[in-house]
């Protein structure tokens, strides 16, 4: 085909989600064939992007100042936090725009098939913003896996003593399904339909 350089490039692409040899090889080819309008903008993007953006202080949303444009919001109501998985999950819930409260991102599930445990999740800034008293109700918007039940369950004993509402994403995650695939519809239905935990 080409060079090392080409096979370096869809190698790189083929490691993206979504993206198998084939489209890698596409995409790259595209690129390619018009580097100035393509390519070059987009190798700028991402060592712009590699530069500037960091998890948030507060939340762990990633964004390119600390605290991020979702904390930073005085519109936000600051006495919801919604704990979610990841920033993939985060940015489904702001993308479906039904929540104006604050999120919490925890890096993972628990998983003991994985190896993860309590000690590898994002849980002790949560508890911080809690125990500040100014939150009155924390969503656990966490998938309907096994793993994302788990973490609810053991989140919930955590919380329970801290005197905050707890509640749960309701209808309209299916089990086994993960928030960041969902359409904004079916997010704004398991919002607005989140129970008592």
Do not use: F
Not at 16 to 30: C, F, H, I, Q, Y
Not at 104 to 132: F, M, Q, W, Y
Not at 152 to 163: I, M, S
């Amino acid at each position: 085909m080409g060079g090392p350089e080409i096979d370096r490039l869809i190698g790189l692409l083929s490691r993206l989600p979504g993206m198998g040899p084939r489209s890698a090889r596409r995409a790259a080819l595209k690129m390619l064939q018009q580097p100035e309008t393509r390519m070059l903008p987009l190798a700028s993007a991402l060592a712009e992007a590699a530069r500037a953006v960091k998890p948030c202080g507060e939340c762990g949303n990633l964004d390119s100042s600390d605290p991020c444009s979702i904390c930073a919001d005085p519109h936000r109501d600051r006495s919801i936090v919604c704990v979610v998985e990841g920033v993939g999950d985060l940015w489904a819930l702001e993308r479906a725009s039904v929540l104006r409260g604050l999120y919490h991102v925890l890096g993972g599930t628990l998983s003991a098939l994985n190896g993860i445990g309590p000690e590898d999740l994002n849980v002790a800034p949560l508890l911080t913003r809690i125990e500040e008293g100014n939150v009155k109700e924390v969503i656990l918007a966490l998938g309907a896996t096994v793993d994302g039940a788990t973490t609810a369950h053991w989140l919930t004993d955590r919380l329970r003593p801290l005197n905050v509402a707890i509640t749960r994403v309701g209808q309209g995650v299916p089990i086994g399904g993960a928030l960041d695939v969902l359409d904004d519809g079916t997010l704004a239905a398991a919002l607005r339909g989140r129970r008592a935990s």
